[in-house]
């Protein structure tokens, strides 16, 4: 049975519709992604899953309840894009402080220790860098041993190394049993992470797949480049079905296509007595994939 379920959410506000058509359905211990271009609906979509704001219609059920319902604030750990903690609150007062809104918190000096907190405890929230703001504010959301949690943008402003540590983190609390949801504008992210992803865009669902199977939605499009050892003809290339495009780059060709492009083009090379030097190939990405989805058609 699905943790949470959101039926076709819709929320506007004033004239502004912020989420027009949203359905989807996590299950339990997934690592569900909700990723979208700004402005997406995204954050609004987590706040109404959260009960932090109230739906214009539609239905949101989360752990067999109504979102919003009172009972479900103790079992969900919501971190929201801006924490808003006062800068001259300690990190061990703040852990203290949000201790005493849960009936049967977690012990917060091992989620402190867990977060690498422990050597901040007495550091001021305004002093302490953005990764570590950060890990405070997934430990706030954690302190209630909460079956679900919720993140918004868990890793936007931080540098590369302390991206990594936090997604080693989330796969930590997954392993814990619990579940995540997570908004990202970083595809790494949610090729790393996510089981399965909604992809959102102006306010409705455009995709909802496994992170591999969006990419295969973007086609199976692969990029050939290489240079030729002698010259060659463009046609003995752009024939084959195999190939959709043929750009020149200097020495360079550049061949976009599909199927089992590789092999089609290098048997034409080898039939013409022509070597392939500096030969690479990509395939498709989720980058591509989102530019595909949400490309605004
Ligand atoms: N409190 C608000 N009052 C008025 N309009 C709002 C409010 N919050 C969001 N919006 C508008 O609703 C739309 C969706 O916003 P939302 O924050 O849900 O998108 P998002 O996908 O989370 O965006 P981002 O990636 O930029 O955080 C946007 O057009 C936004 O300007």
């Not at 519709?17 to 954050?43: W, Y």
């Not at 405070?136 to 540098?159: C, H, Q, R, V, Y």
């Not at 048997?267 to 498709?284: P, Y």
Request: net charge negative; aromatic share 4%.
């Amino acid at each position: 049975m699905p943790v949470i379920e959101v039926e076709h959410l819709a929320k506007r506000y004033g004239g502004t519709v912020a989420v027009k058509d949203v359905s989807f359905a996590v299950e339990p211990g997934e690592i569900f992604g909700i990723l979208g271009p700004n402005g997406a609906g995204k954050t609004t979509t987590v706040e109404c899953i959260s009960g932090l704001r109230t739906a214009d219609s539609g239905a949101i059920t989360v752990l067999g309840r109504p979102a919003g319902d009172p009972t479900l604030r103790a079992r969900i750990g919501v971190q929201l894009q801006e924490s808003e903690l006062q800068d001259k609150l300690t990190v061990r007062e703040a852990l203290e402080l949000y201790s005493a809104f849960y009936p049967d918190p977690a012990d917060w000096r091992r989620l402190a220790d867990d977060l690498g907190l422990t050597p901040k405890l007495k550091a001021r929230y305004g002093k302490l860098s953005g990764g570590q703001k950060q890990r405070l504010s997934i430990a706030l959301a954690l302190l209630g041993n909460p079956e679900i949690a919720i993140l918004d943008e868990l890793t936007t402003g931080l540098d590369p190394q302390a991206r990594r540590d936090t997604w080693d983190l989330i796969s930590g609390i997954r392993d814990r049993g619990v579940t995540l949801l997570l908004v990202t504008h970083f595809m790494e992210e949610a090729e790393r992470l996510c089981d399965r992803v909604a992809v959102i865009d102006k306010g409705e669902v455009v995709a909802l797949d496994t992170p591999a199977g969006l990419v295969q939605r973007a086609g199976d499009e692969q990029r050939i480049s290489f240079r030729p050892s002698t010259p060659i003809d463009d046609e003995l290339l752009t024939v084959l079905p195999e190939v959709r495009e043929l750009r020149r780059q200097g020495q360079r060709i550049e061949i976009v296509g599909n199927g089992n492009l590789l092999h089609a083009v290098v048997s034409v090379l080898a039939r013409n007595g022509i070597i392939a030097a500096e030969l690479t190939m990509e395939q498709a990405t989720l980058d591509d994939a989102f530019v595909h989805l949400t490309r605004g058609e």
